[in-house]
Protein backbone atom coordinates (compact mmCIF):
# COMPACT_ATOMS: atom_id res chain seq x y z
CA UNK A 1 0.00 0.00 0.00
CA UNK A 2 3.20 2.20 0.63
CA UNK A 3 4.47 1.93 -2.33
CA UNK A 4 0.89 2.12 -4.04
CA UNK A 5 0.81 6.07 -2.16
CA UNK A 6 3.92 6.97 -3.35
CA UNK A 7 3.17 5.72 -7.20
CA UNK A 8 -0.04 7.71 -6.70
CA UNK A 9 1.76 10.95 -5.20
CA UNK A 10 4.31 10.75 -8.29
CA UNK A 11 1.68 10.53 -10.54
CA UNK A 12 -0.04 13.19 -9.08
CA UNK A 13 3.07 15.46 -9.52
CA UNK A 14 3.59 14.95 -12.76
CA UNK A 15 0.06 15.76 -13.60
CA UNK A 16 0.47 19.00 -11.65
CA UNK A 17 3.30 19.88 -13.55
CA UNK A 18 1.57 18.92 -16.69
CA UNK A 19 -1.34 21.03 -16.12
CA UNK A 20 1.40 24.40 -14.94
CA UNK A 21 3.01 23.67 -18.53
CA UNK A 22 0.19 23.37 -20.39
CA UNK A 23 -1.09 26.76 -18.75
CA UNK A 24 1.99 28.31 -19.52
CA UNK A 25 1.85 27.37 -22.92
CA UNK A 26 -2.14 28.66 -23.25
CA UNK A 27 -0.82 31.90 -21.68
CA UNK A 28 1.88 32.20 -24.30
CA UNK A 29 -0.51 31.36 -27.23
CA UNK A 30 -2.84 34.20 -25.86
CA UNK A 31 -0.63 36.56 -25.88
CA UNK A 32 1.50 35.79 -29.47
CA UNK A 33 -2.58 35.75 -31.06
CA UNK A 34 -2.51 39.55 -28.56
CA UNK A 35 0.41 40.82 -30.70
CA UNK A 36 -0.44 39.44 -33.68
CA UNK A 37 -3.86 41.37 -33.91
CA UNK A 38 -2.55 44.34 -32.91
CA UNK A 39 0.93 43.93 -35.68
CA UNK A 40 -2.32 43.62 -37.93
CA UNK A 41 -4.00 46.60 -36.55
CA UNK A 42 -0.78 48.60 -37.30
CA UNK A 43 -0.05 47.00 -40.62
CA UNK A 44 -3.63 48.36 -42.04
CA UNK A 45 -3.05 51.69 -40.45
CA UNK A 46 0.26 51.72 -42.01
CA UNK A 47 -1.44 50.47 -45.16
CA UNK A 48 -4.22 53.62 -44.94
CA UNK A 49 -1.53 56.44 -44.43
CA UNK A 50 1.45 54.84 -46.97
CA UNK A 51 1.53 58.57 -48.25
CA UNK A 52 4.14 59.16 -45.42
CA UNK A 53 6.97 57.12 -43.81
CA UNK A 54 6.79 55.43 -40.24
CA UNK A 55 8.48 53.25 -37.68
CA UNK A 56 7.18 50.91 -35.22
CA UNK A 57 7.82 51.34 -31.28
CA UNK A 58 6.51 50.10 -28.29
CA UNK A 59 5.46 51.93 -25.22
CA UNK A 60 7.36 51.44 -22.49
CA UNK A 61 6.24 53.83 -19.60
CA UNK A 62 3.07 55.76 -19.15
CA UNK A 63 1.90 58.60 -16.83
CA UNK A 64 -0.26 57.33 -13.64
CA UNK A 65 -3.99 57.00 -14.12
CA UNK A 66 -6.24 54.27 -16.41
CA UNK A 67 -5.65 55.98 -20.07
CA UNK A 68 -2.82 55.83 -21.77
CA UNK A 69 -2.77 59.86 -21.89
CA UNK A 70 1.01 60.54 -21.48
CA UNK A 71 3.58 57.90 -22.01
CA UNK A 72 7.23 56.85 -23.01
CA UNK A 73 7.78 54.63 -26.58
CA UNK A 74 11.57 53.15 -26.82
CA UNK A 75 12.82 55.34 -29.88
CA UNK A 76 14.24 58.29 -29.61
CA UNK A 77 16.77 60.40 -32.04
CA UNK A 78 18.95 58.19 -32.69
CA UNK A 79 16.05 56.23 -34.99
CA UNK A 80 15.46 60.16 -36.59
CA UNK A 81 12.51 60.95 -34.10
CA UNK A 82 11.58 64.33 -33.05
CA UNK A 83 9.37 66.88 -31.09
CA UNK A 84 6.11 67.61 -33.08
CA UNK A 85 6.34 63.78 -35.61
CA UNK A 86 2.41 62.83 -35.03
CA UNK A 87 1.75 59.20 -33.72
CA UNK A 88 -0.95 57.10 -34.89
CA UNK A 89 -2.51 53.58 -34.04
CA UNK A 90 -5.61 51.54 -34.04
CA UNK A 91 -7.55 53.23 -36.24
CA UNK A 92 -6.33 56.91 -36.30
CA UNK A 93 -4.39 59.70 -34.28
CA UNK A 94 -2.75 59.19 -30.86
CA UNK A 95 -0.81 62.53 -30.57
CA UNK A 96 2.62 64.13 -31.29
CA UNK A 97 6.04 63.73 -29.62
CA UNK A 98 6.39 66.17 -26.67
CA UNK A 99 10.32 65.16 -25.64
CA UNK A 100 13.29 62.92 -27.71
CA UNK A 101 15.80 61.55 -25.86
CA UNK A 102 18.82 58.89 -27.46
CA UNK A 103 16.11 55.62 -27.06
CA UNK A 104 13.27 56.95 -25.73
CA UNK A 105 10.76 60.03 -26.87
CA UNK A 106 7.20 61.11 -24.95
CA UNK A 107 4.16 61.30 -26.52
CA UNK A 108 1.25 63.60 -25.52
CA UNK A 109 -1.92 62.23 -26.77
CA UNK A 110 -5.48 64.09 -27.92
CA UNK A 111 -7.25 63.03 -24.94
CA UNK A 112 -4.62 64.69 -22.09
CA UNK A 113 -6.01 67.79 -20.80
CA UNK A 114 -3.30 70.07 -21.96
CA UNK A 115 -4.03 69.11 -25.83
CA UNK A 116 -5.96 70.98 -28.08
CA UNK A 117 -5.93 69.92 -32.05
CA UNK A 118 -7.04 71.42 -34.83
CA UNK A 119 -9.68 68.95 -36.56
CA UNK A 120 -11.80 69.57 -39.72
CA UNK A 121 -15.09 67.68 -40.16
CA UNK A 122 -14.57 65.10 -43.37
CA UNK A 123 -18.02 65.67 -44.99
CA UNK A 124 -18.62 69.52 -44.92
CA UNK A 125 -14.40 70.73 -44.55
CA UNK A 126 -16.05 72.84 -41.62
CA UNK A 127 -12.95 73.22 -39.35
CA UNK A 128 -13.08 73.14 -35.07
CA UNK A 129 -10.95 72.35 -31.92
CA UNK A 130 -10.89 69.51 -30.34
CA UNK A 131 -9.79 69.29 -26.90
CA UNK A 132 -8.58 66.64 -24.70
CA UNK A 133 -10.25 66.53 -21.02
CA UNK A 134 -9.74 62.93 -19.07
CA UNK A 135 -12.83 63.24 -16.55
CA UNK A 136 -14.52 63.39 -19.82
CA UNK A 137 -12.66 60.34 -21.04
CA UNK A 138 -14.03 58.32 -18.38
CA UNK A 139 -16.93 57.95 -20.68
CA UNK A 140 -15.00 57.43 -23.52
CA UNK A 141 -15.73 60.52 -25.40
CA UNK A 142 -13.31 64.41 -25.09
CA UNK A 143 -14.73 67.53 -26.55
CA UNK A 144 -14.64 69.72 -29.64
CA UNK A 145 -15.83 73.58 -29.81
CA UNK A 146 -15.39 76.38 -32.45
CA UNK A 147 -17.81 74.83 -35.32
CA UNK A 148 -19.62 77.06 -37.57
CA UNK A 149 -22.23 75.58 -39.19
CA UNK A 150 -24.71 77.56 -40.40
CA UNK A 151 -26.21 75.35 -42.75
CA UNK A 152 -26.63 72.91 -40.37
CA UNK A 153 -24.81 70.03 -42.15
CA UNK A 154 -22.82 68.46 -39.29
CA UNK A 155 -24.75 65.42 -37.81
CA UNK A 156 -23.68 62.69 -34.92
CA UNK A 157 -21.54 59.78 -36.46
CA UNK A 158 -19.66 62.06 -38.91
CA UNK A 159 -15.71 61.83 -39.40
CA UNK A 160 -13.18 64.38 -37.79
CA UNK A 161 -9.65 64.21 -38.98
CA UNK A 162 -7.04 66.61 -38.76
CA UNK A 163 -6.77 70.05 -40.77
CA UNK A 164 -5.20 71.59 -43.46
CA UNK A 165 -4.40 75.02 -41.18
CA UNK A 166 -2.89 72.56 -37.79
CA UNK A 167 0.37 73.63 -37.05
CA UNK A 168 1.03 70.04 -35.05
CA UNK A 169 -0.70 67.65 -37.25
CA UNK A 170 -0.32 66.16 -40.70
CA UNK A 171 -3.53 66.96 -42.88
CA UNK A 172 -5.97 63.72 -42.91
CA UNK A 173 -5.08 61.91 -40.34
CA UNK A 174 -8.68 60.11 -38.19
CA UNK A 175 -9.58 61.75 -35.10
CA UNK A 176 -12.43 60.46 -33.92
CA UNK A 177 -16.37 60.56 -34.87
CA UNK A 178 -19.23 63.35 -33.47
CA UNK A 179 -20.92 61.65 -30.71
CA UNK A 180 -22.92 64.83 -29.65
CA UNK A 181 -23.70 68.38 -31.09
CA UNK A 182 -24.76 71.52 -29.39
CA UNK A 183 -25.38 75.00 -30.15
CA UNK A 184 -23.31 77.80 -28.52
CA UNK A 185 -25.06 80.64 -26.97
CA UNK A 186 -23.76 82.94 -29.15
CA UNK A 187 -25.87 81.07 -32.03
CA UNK A 188 -23.15 81.40 -33.82
CA UNK A 189 -20.83 78.17 -33.35
CA UNK A 190 -21.52 74.85 -32.37
CA UNK A 191 -19.80 71.95 -29.28
CA UNK A 192 -20.34 69.27 -28.55
CA UNK A 193 -18.76 65.56 -28.28
CA UNK A 194 -16.00 63.45 -29.88
CA UNK A 195 -15.78 59.27 -29.75
CA UNK A 196 -11.97 59.19 -30.27
CA UNK A 197 -10.81 56.69 -32.66
CA UNK A 198 -7.99 55.07 -30.75
CA UNK A 199 -8.98 52.69 -27.57
CA UNK A 200 -6.69 55.06 -24.98
CA UNK A 201 -7.24 52.20 -22.62
CA UNK A 202 -5.14 49.81 -24.45
CA UNK A 203 -2.06 50.33 -26.08
CA UNK A 204 0.63 48.75 -26.70
CA UNK A 205 2.16 49.54 -29.96
CA UNK A 206 2.28 52.63 -32.09
CA UNK A 207 3.66 54.15 -35.10
CA UNK A 208 5.36 57.06 -35.85
CA UNK A 209 5.17 59.73 -38.98
CA UNK A 210 8.47 60.50 -39.27
CA UNK A 211 7.18 63.64 -41.25
CA UNK A 212 6.79 67.30 -39.94
CA UNK A 213 4.14 69.58 -40.41
CA UNK A 214 5.64 72.19 -42.61
CA UNK A 215 4.26 75.66 -41.62
CA UNK A 216 5.19 79.20 -43.17
CA UNK A 217 8.19 81.23 -41.60
CA UNK A 218 7.78 84.64 -40.62
CA UNK A 219 9.63 87.32 -43.15
Known amino acids: ELVQIRSLLKENEDLKAQVDELTMENIRLQQDRYELTNLRELYDLDAQY ?16 NWFHSFVINKGS ?3 LQIDMNVIAGSGLVGRIVDVGPNWAKVMSIIDDNSNTSGMVLSTSDNLIVSGD ?32 SDKYLPGILIGYISSINVDSNNLTKSGLVTPAVDFEHLEEVLIITELKQTPVDV
Open 50 to 65: DEYDKIGARIIAKDSG
Open 78 to 80: NSG
Open 134 to 165: LQLYEDGVISFEKLIDSADRVVEGDKIVTSNV
